[in-house]
């Protein structure tokens, strides 16, 4: 071996010739007697090594068979013949002085009985090893079983372990390569026991350049254990030099290889929601893993079996042993557990043959992942899947399945990090990154992405929307970007006459955090670009979760207490500018208000929850700074919480609907002592949508929420409602039960609102949507979601306005047109003119002075209309859906298709052919056809289920 930091794919093979001279230990003891020397020549630019304390008292430095013993945590010198010769310490500081390295340090110990020996590799803080102090320590039981944690970035972070083959003692060799003089680089570890590799360039992190190495023993479950140290040595490594150690390579090794996986480049898969980011020094291989997840029988998502197929070659004879070829090849999985209920079983086949079931199979070697992680708190370990014998060299296929769901039958559920085969029988996979991976290490991959982690995860989102994206019917594109920009730009910017926010108020969500960030992406051209294409577009509004307590609490002056709540420490930076930028075109907000830093919620240790009590007086505080702060800027609503009749999700812990109502009470009372300007900071309740059916929110959720929040007087403290995803037919059940709630409370006239909704399926889809909600369901307001596609979490949300890299999509145009024509419009009357065609008759109120965009849309009369057959027949997304000629139009003026192109047509005789896209008629003159009132019309249809959208769900 000619360095230490080799690939591990190489190391075994190279073992087996070591002929470099041995590396002379810069420090180096047999504890033949007590000595306190040990240095490195500082000069060398080395650092320091040196003991600080080697001896103990009445010692007989004569003696030439000492050795060092742990008991109780504590050392001990004993002769040979094991009479105690007095206690003494053993702890080697090592002071740096330009980083240098890498090092070598090993070490014997004769473990005691079954205690734990530790071998310690950290700052001085030799009192709380070694769970508290940051550094690596090293552990293995008598029985063999090894384990190596960092406390990095949490306690007893473990980032490897396995079984060795158990001896009475253990030679343990810990190289350690360290960043240089300036920082640059990353710590790496390479572990052997007993001339056996375990760890190899695992990316250790911890901050300090000030360092001992410790030699503790711990006994069962934490309690201290006895071990005897034979002798110690720490050697500088260089390219020249190779460690002390004499590892035997053995024929085994020699021959053995391995062909390594990763899950998320299966050639073919249906797994749902598919390939998932967790970028984490202890997470995923390559920051990616494969996943399926989703409830049983979900709409538009495959049925199981759920499949994800390989292709992996076996090499030929001669590259993988000297003589013969290996009878069996193993296969190896990191998964999530074969036998937790929780988790559905994986099962696998080579070539289409015989299903083989992994259920009840247990994991080996260590774990890992990010358990802590709110959307990645899985944990991955490596499950021995069985042998492939007799595999002929050349091309083979693999199949994963997932056939049953988890043990309770509502979900499967199953994760999927690696694959690994090797022809080495003894080898157990432990970690993210074993031996024979061909992944590079976290820090490389933060390296190549930028230097951090966020860099990373911007990087893998990039990659991941792009590979899905086409897939979707968005036409995401360069061509396409440039085609709604010419279209877009040309328009012109509304003035307040414009605006008719009391009957129909465009509303956009997303022109915030994550997607404009100040300092990081907020003054780029492009998003500067998007804000003016939105306002010419014809947003009136922004709705925003900027001004929630936690997201303006400036966590910088915690100085590390959670619960430090001896005064308000907000943050405006962000809010500051998304306020600024809309009002540099008039258009307004909607605040998401609430949620306080998790230490003051009622849930503690989340922030999605009700206000502790006890803290209400900073919360009135909260509320009445940002209040004053952005009076008279266009604050139209403020919105308590979000969807708070889903409590599992957005009202958590013991949060009821009576704390939801003294919240709403003191948010009453912070906009009446703020006395807003006409017109701003009208107070709304619930944002629900758990309420869309009796069944969903069980027992404490849904629509027993919301009506106990009637029950105890919340519409004393509101000017409006709002619901989410309300604009399908079948919901009309769900609009209805709203509004005899509020019709109960004795305000049947305050607005209910639709504060989120998104586009649909198809790019066109959103005018129906803004249709039903304006006209349909008679709410003044309609959030369109999302500004920005995006990609989180295992799941692409592509019905954005802009792609993810703010380039304009075709749903912009959808907006526009959907502003021309129904913007400042009234419901005249809903018709039927051909079997399926859905038609919306608007009137220019006569006192209604704004002008739309578009040449010859201002007429008295708009008619927006589209056959509606997909959804009322559910018919499957790609479904060719038959057009019908329409006629009836009198005195037309002008037609457009949803993309704003004109529709040529004969202004004497007009008929159109009305599809699945819709159409918008400007006349001057009542169409011919029979006009229905609301309910006339949606008498026609059935009420039904539809899915409640929330994080990590698609529809």
């Avoid at 680089?185 to 190899?200: E, M, Y």
């Avoid at 080898?427 to 993210?432: L, M, N």
């Avoid at 989102?461 to 979707?472: D, Q």
Wanted: with cysteine; hydrophobic share 35%; proline share 7%.
């Amino acid at each position: 071996m000619r360095r230490l930091i080799i690939p591990a794919s190489a190391l075994f093979l190279c073992m087996s010739a070591i002929s470099a001279p041995a590396a002379t230990p810069v420090y180096e003891d047999d504890f033949a007697t007590p000595s306190a020397a040990g240095t490195i020549d500082p000069a060398k630019g080395n650092g320091t090594w040196g003991p600080v304390t080697l001896f103990g008292q009445g010692s007989n430095r004569a003696e030439s068979a000492d050795r060092f013993a742990i008991e109780q945590n504590a050392l001990t010198i004993t002769d040979a013949r094991m009479s105690a010769k007095g206690p003494a310490s053993l702890a080697l500081l090592r002071e740096f002085s330009d980083g240098a390295g890498p090092f070598l340090i090993s070490v014997t110990v004769r473990p005691g009985n079954t205690a734990w020996t530790g071998i310690k590799w950290g700052p001085r803080r030799l009192g709380n090893w070694p769970d508290l102090s940051h550094g690596v320590a090293v552990s293995i039981t008598s029985g063999g079983r090894w384990t190596v944690w960092a406390n990095d970035k949490k306690m007893k972070n473990v980032i490897g372990g396995g079984q060795i083959v158990p001896a009475d003692s253990y030679r343990i060799h810990i190289g350690i390569t360290e960043p240089d003089a300036e920082g640059k680089g990353t710590r790496r570890l390479t572990l052997s026991v007993n001339d056996t590799l375990v760890l190899s360039d695992k990316i250790i992190d911890y901050p300090w350049n000030r360092h001992h190495l410790v030699l503790q023993a711990l006994g069962k479950a934490g309690t201290p254990g006895t071990a005897t140290i034979d002798d110690l040595s720490i050697e500088k490594l260089d390219e020249n030099n190779a460690p002390a150690t004499t590892a035997k390579a053995t024929a085994a090794n020699l021959n053995a290889t391995g062909i390594w996986i990763e899950a998320e480049d299966a050639i073919a898969t249906n797994f749902h929601s598919g390939k998932v980011i967790d970028a984490h020094p202890n997470g995923p291989s390559g920051a990616l893993f494969l996943r399926v997840q989703t409830r049983k029988d979900q709409p538009n998502v495959p049925g199981p079996p759920y499949y994800a197929r390989y292709k992996f070659t076996i090499p030929p004879a001669s590259a993988t042993a000297r003589s013969s070829p290996p009878a069996a090849w193993h296969l190896w999985l990191a998964s999530t557990p074969q036998n937790a209920g929780w988790a559905s079983p994986l099962a696998w086949r080579v070539e289409g043959g015989e299903t083989h079931a992994l259920k009840g199979s247990r994991w080996a070697g260590a774990t890992y992942g990010n358990p802590r992680s709110k959307d990645f708190g899985w944990v991955f370990g490596w499950v021995h899947a069985g042998t492939l014998d007799n595999l002929t060299p050349g091309e083979h296929e693999l199949e994963i399945l997932v056939t049953d769901p988890r043990g309770d039958g509502s979900q499967y559920v199953a994760c999927l990090d690696s694959l690994l085969l090797t022809n080495d029988p003894s080898f157990v996979p432990s970690g993210p990154r074993p031996k024979y991976s061909t992944q590079s290490t976290f820090a490389e991959l933060v390296a190549a992405a930028g230097g951090t982690e966020r860099d990373l995860v911007e990087k893998l989102n990039h990659r991941m929307y792009y590979e899905l994206i086409g897939n979707t019917r968005e036409q995401v594109s360069q061509e396409t970007a440039d085609y709604v920009l010419a279209k877009i730009a040309n328009r012109p910017l509304p003035g307040p006459e414009d605006r008719a926010p009391d009957v129909t108020e465009f509303g956009l969500h997303g022109m915030e955090k994550p997607f404009v960030v100040v300092g990081r992406n907020a003054e780029t051209p492009e998003v500067t670009r998007a804000y003016e294409l939105l306002a010419r577009a014809g947003v009136d509004s922004f709705r925003s979760a900027e001004a929630c307590w936690h997201r303006i609490h400036d966590r910088s002056t915690d100085n590390g207490n959670k619960a430090d709540t001896h005064a308000l420490h907000l943050d405006f930076t962000d809010l500051d500018f998304q306020v600024a930028s809309a009002q540099r075109y008039g258009m307004t907000h909607l605040f998401t208000v609430g949620y306080p830093p998790d230490s003051l919620t009622l849930a503690r240790n989340n922030k999605l929850a009700a206000c502790d009590p006890r803290h209400y007086g900073l919360y009135r505080e909260y509320l009445d700074v940002l209040l004053r702060r952005y009076k008279g800027k266009g604050v139209r609503y403020v919105e308590l919480a979000n969807e708070v009749d889903a409590p599992s999700v957005w009202w958590r812990g013991p949060s009821t609907p009576a704390h939801y109502v003294a919240e709403m009470k003191i948010l009453r009372e912070a906009v009446d002592a703020v006395k807003p300007v006409p017109d701003e900071m009208k107070t709304v309740a619930f944002a629900a949508t758990y309420s869309r059916d009796n069944e969903l929110g069980g027992p404490k959720g849904g629509r027993r929420f919301v009506t106990e929040a009637f029950n105890l007087g919340i519409d004393k403290y509101t000017d409006a409602y709002a619901v989410h995803y309300l604009s399908r037919l079948k919901e009309k059940d769900y609009h209805d039960y709203f509004r005899s709630e509020i019709a109960r409370a004795g305000s049947p006239d305050k607005p209910l609102l639709n504060t989120e909704q998104d586009g649909q399926l198809y790019p066109y889809d959103g005018a129906k949507s803004f249709a039903r909600v304006f006209f349909l369901y008679a709410m003044p307001r309609m959030d369109f979601f999302l500004a920005r596609d995006f990609y989180e979490g295992g799941y692409l949300k592509p019905r954005g306005l802009f792609d993810i890299d703010w380039r304009p999509k075709l749903r912009l145009l959808t907006y526009a047109f959907s502003v021309d024509a129904m913007r400042g419009r009234e419901l005249v009357g809903i018709a039927q003119p051909e079997p399926g065609v859905e038609a919306y008759v608007l009137k220019r109120p006569a006192g209604y002075k704004g002008k739309p965009a578009t040449p010859g849309t201002d007429t008295l009369y708009s008619i927006v209309l589209w056959k509606n057959d997909r959804e009322v027949r559910e018919l499957p997304a790609d479904a060719e859906i038959q057009p019908a000629d329409v006629t009836g139009m009198r005195s037309v003026r002008a037609a457009m298709n949803w993309n704003l192109d004109p529709i040529a047509c004969d202004s004497a005789a007009p008929v159109f052919s009305i599809g699945d896209a819709p159409v918008a008629i400007y006349t001057d003159e009542l169409p011919s056809w029979k006009l229905l009132s609301r309910e006339q019309y949606l008498a026609s249809f059935e009420a039904g289920k539809t899915s409640a959208p929330l994080p990590g769900s698609v529809e």
